[in-house]
């Protein structure tokens, strides 16, 4: 389980695509402390630790992406340099500081617009229409692995206020208009979406 509190930026080193895609990642991290086999947050998407070493100053590991994940989540549009969230799991005595983030992608949105209010800058998205019954003012949402609080709603498009710490300690900061990012809905609302399917 994961909270929506990025803690690192990586950067892709490498894309190999024999047979599943294969990504490298350059990490501040230390990789001795990630165990073969561990669950690490990638701009939302949970993937599984493969490999890993440091190459002199620099520490790596590496991922396996299927082609299922490629294709519902902006993985596919990875290239060598880009920066991706990090997130390292929870621990059971850790701090809660987001919302209950599973990993799981539910769908792709597109920024629509940036508006700088101050300091801080508000960010508009649509999202597929299956999901914006999902989105609701005050409720929580993760952007490419970032929990945010959702301002306002107007059928699928939504917006998120993000503050100058966010934009400075994730990929946000980065992002323009028209550029698509990975979207988590709250699991909260998915399940009382679904109690009220089946009541």
């Given at each position: 389980?994961?909270?929506?509190?990025?803690?690192?930026?990586?950067?892709?080193?490498?894309?190999?695509?024999?047979?599943?895609?294969?990504?490298?990642?350059?990490?501040?991290?230390?990789?001795?402390?990630?165990?073969?086999?561990?669950?690490?947050?990638?701009?939302?998407?949970?993937?599984?630790?493969?490999?890993?070493?440091?190459?002199?100053?620099?520490?790596?590991?590496?991922?396996?992406?299927?082609?299922?994940?490629?294709?519902?989540?902006?993985?596919?549009?990875?290239?060598?340099?880009?920066?991706?969230?990090?997130?390292?799991?929870?621990?059971?005595?850790?701090?809660?500081?987001?919302?209950?983030?599973?990993?799981?992608?539910?769908?792709?949105?597109?920024?629509?617009?940036?508006?700088?209010?101050?300091?801080?800058?508000?960010?508009?998205?649509?999202?597929?229409?299956?999901?914006?019954?999902?989105?609701?003012?005050?409720?929580?949402?993760?952007?490419?692995?970032?929990?945010l609080t959702v301002n306002k709603v107007d059928d699928q498009v939504f917006?998120?206020?993000?503050?100058?710490?966010?934009?400075?300690?994730?990929?946000?900061?980065?992002?323009?208009?028209?550029?698509?990012?990975?979207?988590?809905?709250?699991?909260?609302?998915?399940?009382?979406?679904?109690?009220?399917?089946?009541?």
């Amino acid at each position: 389980m994961f909270t929506g509190i990025v803690t690192d930026i990586g950067r892709v080193r490498s894309i190999d695509r024999n047979g599943d895609t294969r990504v490298c990642i350059e990490t501040s991290y230390d990789v001795s402390s990630i165990e073969m086999g561990a669950s690490i947050a990638h701009s939302g998407v949970c993937l599984t630790v493969v490999d890993k070493g440091n190459d002199g100053a620099q520490n790596w590991f590496a991922v396996d992406v299927s082609e299922e994940t490629l294709s519902c989540t902006t993985l596919g549009q990875w290239q060598e340099g880009t920066h991706i969230n990090l997130e390292r799991p929870m621990r059971a005595d850790g701090e809660f500081g987001g919302h209950i983030v599973s990993g799981h992608v539910d769908g792709v949105a597109t920024i629509l617009s940036i508006d700088e209010i101050a300091d801080s800058k508000t960010y508009s998205f649509r999202v597929p229409d299956e999901l914006k019954r999902y989105i609701a003012p005050k409720g929580s949402i993760t952007v490419d692995g970032v929990s945010l609080t959702v301002n306002k709603v107007d059928d699928q498009v939504f917006t998120v206020n993000v503050i100058p710490h966010t934009q400075e300690v994730t990929t946000l900061g980065q992002r323009q208009v028209a550029d698509q990012v990975n979207i988590e809905i709250d699991m909260l609302a998915r399940y009382v979406a679904r109690l009220q399917e089946v009541g």
